[in-house]
């Protein structure tokens, strides 16, 4: 009937939309991977991105009763916006989805001795185990294998934040112990960052490499090419 074929469309769409949004972490990687990512440099202040990613999730937050919470302060980077706003929204979305109801999310912000701005997000909840917590970055793994096709998407999103930090000259650690998993994030202060006036040296993948780098069939690329999906314009193989 008319009922099971808008529940089949809507799935079919759901479907289409998570695996175009799969393969485009995966090309965006590839890129990380071959150092072809370019940022657009300029001053942040991480408490302002922080309060502004706070308002894009409240609905979230407040759907679980979770109330989401600033600390501290940092020095002034260097750095891109959307980009980090990418890595911090990645992070904050994980933070929300494991946090039990009724709790807190934290950011904490904080400088090192050495004038590095930190960032730290940190949820309570179920601990990671220390097995997994030194392949947690790598793509496509997960803690829990049974639960890839749930909301949280096909495990790239913290392979995308450690890509994005280190784009940055930055670096990312995780702990996960007595109920609490903290992601601190660490970046050089604006005052440590030299950044050239023409940046890096830009040039473009062919399909037939970016697929091999992204680990799917030129097929596919082709596919999702034509399809209008693909976020950034590829050369020919």
């Known amino acids: 009937d ?6 089949s469309s809507d799935l079919n769409l759901e479907e289409q939309e998570r695996l175009t949004k799969m393969v485009n972490d995966m090309l965006w990687l ?8 370019k940022p657009v440099w300029e001053p942040l202040d991480l408490a302002r991105e922080v309060r502004e990613l706070f308002d894009f999730f409240e609905a979230l937050a407040e759907e679980k009763h979770i109330q989401l919470v600033l ?16 890595a911090l929204s990645n992070l904050l979305s994980n933070a929300i989805r494991h946090t039990p109801v009724g709790r807190s999310v934290l950011i904490r912000l904080d400088s090192s001795g050495e004038g590095r701005a930190l960032l730290s997000v940190q949820n ?3 601990e990671i185990p220390a097995e997994h917590l030194l392949r947690i970055f ?3 793994y997960r803690v829990d294998p049974s639960r890839q096709r749930q909301s949280e998407g096909a495990g790239l999103g913290l392979a995308i934040v450690k ?6 000259e930055g670096n990312i650690a995780v702990i996960s112990e007595r109920g609490v998993t903290r992601f601190t994030i660490s970046l050089p202060s604006m005052a440590d960052v030299e950044v050239s006036a023409t940046g890096k040296v830009m040039s473009q993948l062919t399909i037939g490499k970016l697929a091999q780098a992204a680990r799917v069939s030129v097929e596919t690329i082709r596919y999702y090419e034509r399809l209008g999906l693909i976020e950034q314009p590829l050369k020919p193989a």
């Open 124 to 126: 309570p909840g179920p």
């Open 71 to 86: 600390e501290g302060k940092a020095p002034i980077i260097q750095g891109d916006r959307a980009m980090l706003r990418r």
């Open 138 to 140: 790598d793509r496509f």
């Open 163 to 168: 890509s994005i930090v280190e784009a940055h």
């Open 2 to 7: 008319w009922s099971s074929d808008v529940c």
């Open 30 to 37: 590839a890129q990380s991977e071959h150092g072809l990512l």
